[in-house]
């Protein structure tokens, strides 16, 4: 199938409803809040299902079309699905635009081995809301790029049951990418995560992306051990660019190796937000 890990279904008719049509408008039928932190005068986008809540954290590029795809496939499955706007305007930023917004403020820390960026707090105030709209369900959240290994963090909260680290990106600057083995994280974050020995970890990369070297999931295996279920999928495989980098959204293609680590996502949030694995107490 050219994706590695464990556990990769294959397509089925059941996951047709995880590709949508050119005639779709993905920011269609998402209602817009206040964050829970006023004070940062941030807002986010939800859309409500029966099933357990999902938080989804945009890449540098910002919250862009892919980000509602992504939360539109998420919600078809039956997740409730929130989007955190973190930066800048809705429909999102080139690099550079995006690269100023957030780690040219003061709430990315993103060039340090071991920062811990300020907007943690208000993400952790906010899957805690996200848990109690819910109904007090257990949390998922997918981190990618610039917030990709932000969901280690959020294992603060005793509500993050489901973690999903795609393509984590920090370190890095303008100059390139920082430490490779380094994951950007508070060392006590990284230690609060690892003291959480009941929460497994899903994280996926393309093996060319030098944005994230491969020393970064040897970083994750050596820390969280089988606990940690890393997908890999090979650069310049089938439909997949050579230089492709977001697993989950822009670089997604139907019925390609994408679409199984996409289809392997929704297992692992199923089984996790499940109320016999996931259930908060």
């Known amino acids: 199938m ?6 990769m279904p294959s397509a089925c008719a059941h996951h047709q409803n995880l ?11 998402w209602h817009r809040r206040r964050f829970p932190d006023t004070d940062a005068g941030r807002v986010y986008f939800w859309r409500e299902a029966s099933g357990p809540p999902v938080v989804i954290l945009h890449e540098v590029l910002g919250l862009t079309d892919g980000c509602f795809d992504l939360g539109n496939r998420l919600h078809r499955e039956g997740f409730t699905v929130f989007l955190p706007l973190l930066f800048g305007n809705v429909g999102g930023h080139g690099f550079l635009g995006g690269y100023l917004r957030s780690c040219g403020s003061r709430q990315f820390v993103c ?20 848990s109690r709209m819910a109904g007090n369900r257990p949390v998922g959240v997918i981190g990618m790029c610039l917030t990709g290994a932000f969901p280690i963090s959020l294992l ?34 990284v230690r609060q995560a690892i003291a959480r020995r009941e929460v497994s970890i899903l994280g996926m990369r393309f093996t060319g992306d030098w944005r994230c070297p491969p020393q970064r999931f040897t970083k994750l ?19 997949v660019e050579s230089n492709a980098h977001s697993v989950l959204v822009g670089s997604y293609k139907p019925n390609g190796p994408t679409h199984q680590a996409l289809l392997r996502t929704v297992e692992f949030l199923k089984r996790r937000l499940s109320p016999a694995d996931g259930a908060l107490p």
Do not use: H, Y
């Not at 590709?19 to 269609?28: F, I, S, Y």
């Not at 295996?221 to 089938?238: C, K, V």
């Open 2 to 7: 050219g994706v590695t890990g464990t556990g």
């Open 19 to 29: 590709v949508r049509t050119q005639a779709d408008d993905p920011k269609e039928n």
């Open 111 to 130: 060039a340090a081995a071991d920062g811990s960026s300020a907007i943690l707090p208000s993400l952790q105030q906010f899957c805690e809301e996200a």
């Open 156 to 189: 603060r909260s005793t509500n993050v049951v489901a973690p999903v680290i795609c393509q984590p990106t920090m370190p890095f600057s303008l100059v390139g990418a920082g430490d490779p083995a380094a994951l950007g994280l508070e060392q006590g974050d």
């Open 221 to 239: 295996r050596e820390l969280f051990g089988s606990r940690f279920e890393a997908i890999e999928i090979p650069s310049g495989l089938d439909t």
